[in-house]
């Protein structure tokens, strides 16, 4: 196979195959973020064509993001199942699909089925539990750097496709931007057909920072994969780390993409900005985002991660209840784009080592789906909620206002978490 001939051609360099796996999943989370933000520049033009309001489409984009976060525990156990390699090729394919029938939707129900169930289910198996069950299969050494390039691709995804997306249907209407997203998910397909490996005793290589081929766990039964989320969630629903993690992750959710990546164009719009101009604000934020995350990742092996995630909710608090006094002019939007792009996903690395050092290595992917389907339940909130309030109170203000006064209260939380160190009793369970 292509995997096992460059694996052995990297190893003679001392190079560890482990960063062609991390180099296949930034590709596949960088382009199912893009599809996850393509309807942020589609919603005005939806409006348009077909009459429905923004509190309709919205609810679709909420279906979509709950139905991101509940698949998180389950892509975890699927990937353990099946394999990482074949879970991601039918996600992929399963969002193609979404958006393939989106072209000739004509009523509501299609766009919530469609754009709601199909793309949130797809979506949903390359979570950012994607990046945890990589980071912790592939790596002891550098896992934290690796969570933060692999999240820094799922939120800069989300943002720097969105200018040239808002051009595609600026230019030659939405259905265009649908094209665009169907071409980036079949180059991710084959390059994870040809690069993407389980884990590294497939390549016979130990993870990267020990010395031993650790075999791959024996696998059970497909119902007992699909009751390890289950069983897990019970477990460790009894302790206070799991609950913390939960309700910071569904803040960050209600303050990033179920906020700012669905709405802040068409919030740009009732402030006179364009469309592209509004996504080119965004694209900011993601590149700020790349290197924020990233930096958190390497932060989150250094420092305890409970003040780190005090700084990071704190900071974005600030910068949301900032933005409605920016008079959303060139200066005051660079501004927040800039200290807002820092922040973006910053919380993901050391929510990730805070769950992996509490619950262990091999539970890492199935807890943080669980933490993360907190993430989708607030972005969900924030999708429909604030829509909700454009259209019932003609202004999404309030909502920037309720998001960032639930960072602070996060950034309170994440400091009672206990001290970094005190292992869980629960015990470790079948994949």
């Excluded at 001392?14 to 996850?36: C, E, K, P, R, S």
Aim: positive net charge; contains cysteine.
């Amino acid at each position: 196979m292509v995997s096992t001939a460059l694996a052995s051609t990297l190893a003679r360099r001392n190079i560890h195959y482990g960063w062609v796996v991390v180099a296949a999943t930034f590709l596949t989370m960088l382009v199912t973020a893009g599809a996850m933000g393509a309807p942020g520049v589609l919603i005005k033009p939806l409006q348009d064509e077909f009459g429905w309001e923004t509190s309709q489409i919205s609810s679709a984009l909420a279906i979509r993001l709950v139905l991101f976060g509940l698949m998180g525990p389950f892509a975890a156990a699927f990937m353990n199942y099946f394999g990482v390699r074949k879970v991601i090729v039918f996600a992929l394919a399963l969002v193609g699909a979404g958006f393939i029938g989106s072209l000739f939707m004509t009523k509501l129900w299609h766009l919530l089925a469609l754009w709601g169930v199909v793309v949130g289910f797809g979506t949903g198996l390359t979570a950012m539990v994607l990046a945890a069950t990589v980071s912790t299969r592939w790596f002891v050494k550098h896992r934290g750097l690796v969570v933060g390039m692999l999240s820094a691709s799922s939120a800069t995804g989300q943002l720097v496709f969105l200018p040239l997306m808002a051009e595609l249907t600026e230019r030659y209407g939405w259905r265009a931007t649908v094209f665009f997203v169907c071409a980036m998910i079949m180059v991710a397909a084959l390059l994870v057909l040809l690069l993407m490996r389980d884990r590294p005793s497939d390549v016979s290589l130990p993870l990267l920072g020990e010395t031993h081929v650790a075999p791959a766990p024996a696998r059970g039964t497909l119902s007992a994969a699909l009751a390890t989320p289950i069983t897990v969630l019970k477990e460790i629903s009894t302790t206070s780390t799991f609950w913390i993690l939960f309700a910071t992750f569904f803040i960050c959710g209600l303050s990033t993409n179920g906020l700012i990546q669905t709405h802040f164009v068409t919030l740009c719009g009732d402030f006179g900005i364009a469309p592209v101009a509004a996504a080119s604000v965004l694209a900011v934020m993601g590149i700020f985002d790349f290197f924020g995350t990233i930096g958190s990742g390497w932060l989150s092996d250094r420092f305890d991660n409970r003040w780190l995630l005090f700084w990071y909710y704190g900071l974005r608090g600030l910068s949301l209840l900032y933005l409605p006094f920016s008079d959303f002019s060139f200066y005051g939007l660079s501004f927040f784009a800039i200290f807002y792009g820092l922040d973006w996903i910053a919380t993901v690395p050391p929510t990730v080592k805070i769950a992996a050092d509490r619950f262990g290595r091999e539970k890492a992917g199935l807890v943080f789906g669980w933490v993360f389907a907190g993430h989708q339940l607030g972005a969900a909130t924030a999708a429909y909620g604030a829509g909700l309030s454009r259209t019932e109170l003609s202004t999404y203000l309030p909502a920037f206002f309720v998001a960032g006064a639930f960072c602070l209260l996060a950034s309170v939380l994440a400091i009672t978490l206990k001290k970094s160190g005190l292992t869980n009793p629960v015990p470790a369970a079948a994949h």
